[in-house]
């Protein structure tokens, strides 16, 4: 039997990924699970991954979002999507936007065409966005007291009244969208599409706008993504690590457990609502930036240089505002970067 408040069937796309999988691992036994991944990020452990492929309860097809008549089949009864099928790397994506748009959301829209006909019970959506959608966020002008919304990180000046003296502020849902990478832009698309869906059919959804996930195994999943694991694997294997942005870029790293704690709170859709579309920032609302993440791993003990760069190669400032995810989902307190870091990596680990 399914623990209450469960739905029976659930189907996953891009279900053999990271958080996918992390998610997989916390819901009840009972739960039907379909997952649907082609592989496009790919790693060997992903295709070895004992726990997914032994799992009675979860089925794992090779197949992309986009050719449904292969699953269609297992799409029956399905009460919950959710949607993490995505490319993921910032920096591919500039140099591959067209291959972003299809994989993203092209394919998702071939997807979303066939979808009612063969799960006519659905009843939710939840999508895994990301605080991409944002790009540079807001700053607060401090001359003229506006917020405004730059266009990138590197010529910082208000647009209202040219004073270079901004300060960046933490991001609200409310905030302007305004993608400055194509993953940013795919993913702000696929919010659109899952919305247009959502309203169409009158399916309730959540959107979370996930800020940079850090946790057990994440290096396993993928090479090109992750900053934590990506700086681990340089500092140990090249003694050296380059910080864009001076060192100075400021992110807002959330734990998976926090994260799959809340989705798993959204599939049992124990939040109070009132929209049938919910958007949520997921971050912790503290800010690290690079040159603390860096000074941390000396302090555990590594040696290592320090290049520093000083064009950004993305946002400068990522810290979400996190009140309505915490009031919805009653979340008291985020996990602690630094107490993982030293877990994890710490010399005596
Ligand atoms: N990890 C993070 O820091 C982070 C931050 C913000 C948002 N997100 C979002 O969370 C979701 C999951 O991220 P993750 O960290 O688990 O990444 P992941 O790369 O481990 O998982 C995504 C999976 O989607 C699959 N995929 C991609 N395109 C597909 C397609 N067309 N058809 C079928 N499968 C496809 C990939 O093979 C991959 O296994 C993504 O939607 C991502 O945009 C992640």
Known sequence: MVAKGYPKKILITGGAGYISNQLIEELPPAV????????YVDSEYKRKNKKLHS???????????????????LLSNIDLLIYMASLNSVGES?????KYLKENNLNLQLFLNQLKKFSPKLKKIILTSSRGVYGEGPYLCQKCRRTIYPDSAEA???????STELTPQKIKESDQTKPAS?????????????SVFSLQYNIQMDIFRIFNVYGKDQGKYYSNIGIIPQMFKLIKTQHQICLSGNGKLTRDFVSITDLVNILKMSVVNSQVRTNLIETYNVGSGRAVSLNDLAEYFQNLGYSFNII????YQDVQYSVANNQKVKKAFNIKKFSNLYDF??????KNC
């Open 94 to 98: 500039q140099t591959h936007p067209i």
């Open 182 to 194: 194509y993953y940013g832009l795919t993913k702000k698309i696929q919010e659109d599409l899952l």
């Open 156 to 162: 910082l000046s208000c647009s209202k009244c040219n």
């Open 341 to 346: 870091l030293a877990r994890t990596y710490g």
């Open 308 to 311: 520093l760069i000083s064009s």
């Open 55 to 73: 799992n009675h309860r979860v089925s794992l097809i090779d197949s992309n979002v986009a050719h449904i008549s292969k699953y269609q089949h």
């Open 32 to 39: 039907e699970i379909i997952c649907i991944d082609n592989f």
